[in-house]
């Protein structure tokens, strides 16, 4: 199943995408939220909506929001794909590299993307996102893991290289900034993806292609990422993990490229959908 959100910013509602449309099921679910998630089954969802035709469609004109509501929390793997890390000169990391990013970074899959002030290189990844299914602490296997995980979508994870880089301290500032995790357009349920270690991923700047990769190429799958997470914080339902970038990112390239005003984002992962962004100067 497809999960959904839509509508105007701080009035988004739940959705279900199938068949190719939008259906509006907000007269039976509040959101797809941490409530819903941690106290709802998943599995006995298309049981508790019944019939989706019943449900009203949701008009072309909508805004697609994000397809979960803000998080608790989103969690970040840094150089999580092995061609990544070659890319960027580094050794391939032997556990996995943790930062987080600022839960209002979350928008739509095709909202503008806002160049910050002062900024340089604000660059792009595109990323499997994780969605926790509901809480997990001190997780004993990969395998338990997977019971732990609600779906997956396209994130964005937008960076400003100098920020984040250049400007001494964490990582944080340089992820942090409005707008910069997109995601969507559609969480799929786990149980309705074949395989998340064999996806392929994409990414295009003004229609040139710059990203192309696969989850294949993981360090760490996403059973094991969230298994590991497990040991030293409690993942919450509903909070987001970033699984990482494959080659291509534009710090990569040489010279470096960089996003300006006016160019435009598109980027998918296969089964999960895709997104599409304008980017604006702040």
């Given amino acids: ?157 937008v960076s400003e290289r100098a920020f984040q880089l250049e400007m001494g301290g964490q990582w944080t500032k340089g992820k942090s900034c409005d707008s910069f995790n997109p995601l969507g357009p559609y969480m799929v349920t786990a149980n309705d993806i074949v395989d998340v270690n064999n996806l392929n991923m994409s990414l295009y700047v003004n229609g040139e292609q710059m990203q192309k990769g696969n989850t294949s190429f993981m360090v760490f799958d996403p059973y094991t990422i969230v298994e590991y997470l497990s040991q030293f914080m409690t993942l919450e339902a509903g909070d987001l993990i970033n699984t990482g970038t494959p080659p291509g990112v534009g710090l990569g390239m040489k010279p470096p490229k960089y996003l300006k005003d006016g160019d435009i984002l598109e980027l998918s992962i296969e089964g999960l959908g895709t997104q599409k962004q304008i980017c604006k100067d702040a």
């Fill in 1 to 157: 199943m497809k999960l959904i959100r839509f509508g105007n910013i701080g009035n988004e509602k739940p959705g279900i995408f199938v068949d190719g449309k939008r259906k509006d099921v907000s007269s039976k679910i509040g959101d797809w939220n941490h409530n819903f998630f941690q106290n709802f089954n998943l599995e006995g969802l298309e049981e508790l909506l019944g019939p989706l035709e019943n449900f009203p469609d949701v008009s072309d004109d909508v805004r697609w929001a994000s397809c979960v509501a803000r998080p608790g929390k989103i969690i970040c793997i840094g150089l999580n794909y092995s061609d990544h890390a070659a890319e960027s000169g580094m050794d391939i990391p032997k556990e996995p590299i943790i930062f987080q990013k600022a839960s209002n970074t979350m928008v739509g899959p095709n909202d503008n993307i806002i160049i910050p002030k002062k900024s340089l290189k604000t660059d792009w990844e595109v990323e499997l996102g994780i969605i926790i299914g509901k809480d997990a602490r001190y997780l004993n296997s990969k395998q338990e893991a997977k019971d732990f995980i609600a779906g997956y979508c396209v994130s964005h994870d």
